[in-house]
T-cell receptor
Framework: GESVGLHLPTLSVQEGDNSIINCAYS??????FIWYKQESGKGPQFIID?????DKRQGQRVTVLLNKTVKHLSLQIAATQPGDSAVYFC????????????FGQGTTLQVKP | DGGITQSPKYLFRKEGQNVTLSCEQN?????MYWYRQDPGQGLRLIYY???????QKGDIAEGYSVSREKKESFPLTVTSAQKNPTAFYLC???????????FGNGTRLTVT
């Protein structure tokens, strides 16, 4: 079935370093991808999105890269801060046109002071 | 401030009881969604609604029911038929099919 997976369950980085969180998706029909950040006890918060007609998109301290050839998505966080500590999920829209999203398992980012 | 309100934040029920989780949005979004999250896992879609008075089953709809009588409200009922109801339930909305989902802060349901 459709699935979105993440390469690593936990990523630990030093404060100030750059973080890279990876995601593999399986549905080649997906044309919209989103990264969410979820803090403990809260709902996911939108970080950045990208459509399949792009391979890179930048936000404030974050960059999303999309490689459609290998069905790979990554989120880069520059100068990681303690407040970035959370679980990060990638999501794809799959082959439907209903707006629903398919989520990966999540990667926990731990920022060491 | 516009947003999605889920209530209550914590809910406790005895096995065999039905329970309804509230979700209200004042974002004027057409589409609303219910997801379930289990510890250490991603989100799984229970039900979604793209317009008032219409809704569709998601991937894990068994043991759940919903209604969409008003644009701003999408309550989820966890019935006694749901075999493993203890979980974190997240409601979301979006203005259209090409936009990201906006999430509420969830309801943590514990059934004993």
């Amino acid at each position: 079935g459709e699935s979105v997976g993440l390469h690593l369950p936990t990523l630990s980085v030093q404060e100030g370093d750059n973080s890279i969180i990876n995601c593999a998706y399986s549905n080649s029909a997906s044309d919209y991808f989103i990264w969410y950040k979820q803090e403990s006890g809260k709902g996911p918060q939108f970080i950045i999105d990208i459509r399949s007609n792009m391979d890179k998109r930048q936000g404030q301290r974050v960059t999303v890269l999309l490689n459609k050839t290998v069905k790979h998505l990554s989120l880069q966080i520059a100068a990681t801060q303690p407040g970035d500590s959370a679980v990060y999920f990638c999501a794809e829209n799959g082959s439907s046109n209903t707006g629903k999203l398919i989520f990966g398992q999540g990667t926990t980012l731990q920022v060491k002071p | 401030d516009g947003g999605i309100t889920q209530s209550p934040k914590y809910l406790f029920r005895k096995e065999g009881q039905n329970v309804t989780l509230s979700c209200e949005q004042n974002l004027n979004h057409d589409a609303m969604y219910w997801y379930r999250q289990d510890p250490g896992q991603g989100l799984r879609l229970i039900y979604y609604s793209q317009i008032v008075n219409d809704f569709q089953k998601g991937d894990i709809a068994e043991g759940y029911s919903v209604s969409r009588e008003k644009k701003e409200s999408f309550p989820l009922t966890v019935t006694s038929a749901q075999k493993n109801p203890t979980a974190f339930y997240l409601c979301a909305s979006s203005p259209d099919r090409a936009s990201p989902l906006h999430f509420g802060n969830g309801t943590r349901l514990t059934v004993t």
